[in-house]
Every structure is written in structure tokens, then in C-alpha cells.
Antibody, heavy 119, light 104 residues
Framework: EVQLVESGGGLVQPGGSLRLSCAASGFTFSSYEMNWVRQAPGKGLEWVSYISSSGSTIYYADSVKGRFTISRDNAKNSLYLQMNSLRAEDTAVYYC????????????WGQGTLVTVSS | EIVLTQSPGTLSLSPGERATLSCRASQSVSSSYLAWYQQKPGQAPRLLIYGASSRATGIPDRFSGSGSGTDFTLTISRLEPEDFAVYYCQQSRTFGQGTKVEIK
């Protein structure tokens, strides 16, 4: 069974940092592209970042470029999101999501981890 | 940058009725990269349709997708109680704003 489990969320002050993790199991993690998607309270979905299966190709949404860093450790079946210079508008549930080969869509999602940026 | 506009914002229907949800792109997009998701309160989104018309694993055949170019449609042939939720379309890294299907 495919499982994605996020962790690392919490309350952080504006300007602070947080590192999210996503532990993957039930599939060959190293063969799949991965993404982070977020959802502000009561709002829609916003794609945040993409990383290729090898980690060699990375993309970011303009809203987080220069502040967030995506990475992965295929040996540990884990995906990460380092978030720096956090702002109030980064408050959201952050989901990791597996890319469905060749479709641009996301076929499995974690349960999400809440990040709250507030003083 | 492509913008996806979903309509209507809210759809009020009764169980057993047909639901038709629209997703319009600001420019022509590849059907291969158009997807639909369902999200219920407190849950992660679930992939329903990818490639505009292919059902994801385990998705009932009452869900169907169609369209090409700039206009795409998600149809739920007969609404079941568990289908009342918010639905999002997605093209690559862009999501629509969502359509809420609520019980009338």
C-alpha cells in the first residue's frame, strides 16, 4: 500500500524557518517524481514545488522561489521541504504528492501537515 | 501562465442527479495533462481523472471526464451521498479554484 506521511509542521514566527519531511512507503520511491502542494485555511490548492526522481530537476512556484528548498533522499525514501523567511501568507496545510508517470497529475497524497506562521 | 477557471462555484443538487462541472483554461492546454480531484473536508485531495478522460485506480465509472483545448468537463452521472465535496481541475502546476457540490 502506498503511504506518504508528512511531519515537521507547527507554529513559527514570521521570518522563521521550518523543515517538512515526507516519509514514503509501499512503492519504489526513487522511480517517482514528487511534489509539495499547499492549501491555506478555507482556500484552494496551490502547487509549491517539484523534484524529479533523481533530484536533478527542481521547480518552484514564484511565491516561494528563493525561500523554499525541495530535496529528497532516495536511500531513506524521504522528501523534504526547507522553508526559510516564512511569511503569514505561507500558513497552510502542506501535502506531499506523488507524480503519476507522464500525466502531470498527482496520484497519491499524504494527509498533510499544518504550518502556521504567526507572532 | 495558464489560468484555470472552474464553474459554477457551487452546484446544489440532490442524490441521484447528474452533475456537470466545467474547467476553462486561459489558453489551449494538452489534454494529457488535465486532471480532476475530489476533496472532502479534513481530507487530502483524491485523484479522479487524469489525461482529461482516464479514471484513476479505484474510481467508480459514474465519474467521467471529457474535453480538449480550453474546455474540459467532469461529469458525475448519478450523485451518491459520498460525492458531495469540492472538485478541482489541474493542468501541470496550476489548479482551478474549485467547485463545491452540495446537497440541495
Amino acid at each position: 500500500e502506498v503511504q506518504l506521511v508528512e511531519s515537521g509542521g507547527g507554529l513559527v514566527q514570521p521570518g522563521g524557518s521550518l523543515r517538512l519531511s515526507c516519509a514514503a512507503s509501499g512503492f519504489t520511491f526513487s522511480s517517482y517524481e514528487m511534489n509539495w502542494v499547499r492549501q491555506a485555511p478555507g482556500k484552494g490548492l496551490e502547487w509549491v514545488s517539484y523534484i524529479s526522481s533523481s533530484g536533478s530537476t527542481i521547480y518552484y512556484a514564484d511565491s516561494v522561489k528563493g525561500r523554499f528548498t525541495i530535496s529528497r533522499d532516495n536511500a531513506k525514501n524521504s522528501l523534504y521541504l526547507q522553508m526559510n523567511s516564512l511569511r503569514a501568507e505561507d500558513t497552510a496545510v502542506y501535502y506531499c504528492a506523488r507524480g503519476l508517470h507522464g500525466s502531470g497529475s498527482f496520484d497519491y497524497w499524504g494527509q498533510g501537515t499544518l504550518v502556521t506562521v504567526s507572532s | 501562465e495558464i489560468v484555470l477557471t472552474q464553474s459554477p462555484g457551487t452546484l446544489s443538487l440532490s442524490p441521484g442527479e447528474r452533475a456537470t462541472l466545467s474547467c476553462r483554461a486561459s489558453q489551449s492546454v494538452s489534454s494529457s495533462y488535465l486532471a480532476w480531484y475530489q476533496q472532502k473536508p479534513g481530507q487530502a485531495p483524491r485523484l479522479l481523472i487524469y489525461g482529461a478522460s482516464s479514471r484513476a485506480t479505484g474510481i467508480p465509472d459514474r465519474f467521467s471526464g471529457s474535453g480538449s483545448g480550453t474546455d474540459f468537463t467532469l461529469t458525475i452521472s448519478r450523485l451518491e451521498p459520498e460525492d458531495f465535496a469540492v472538485y478541482y481541475c489541474q493542468q501541470s502546476r496550476t489548479f482551478g479554484q474549485g467547485t463545491k457540490v452540495e446537497i440541495k
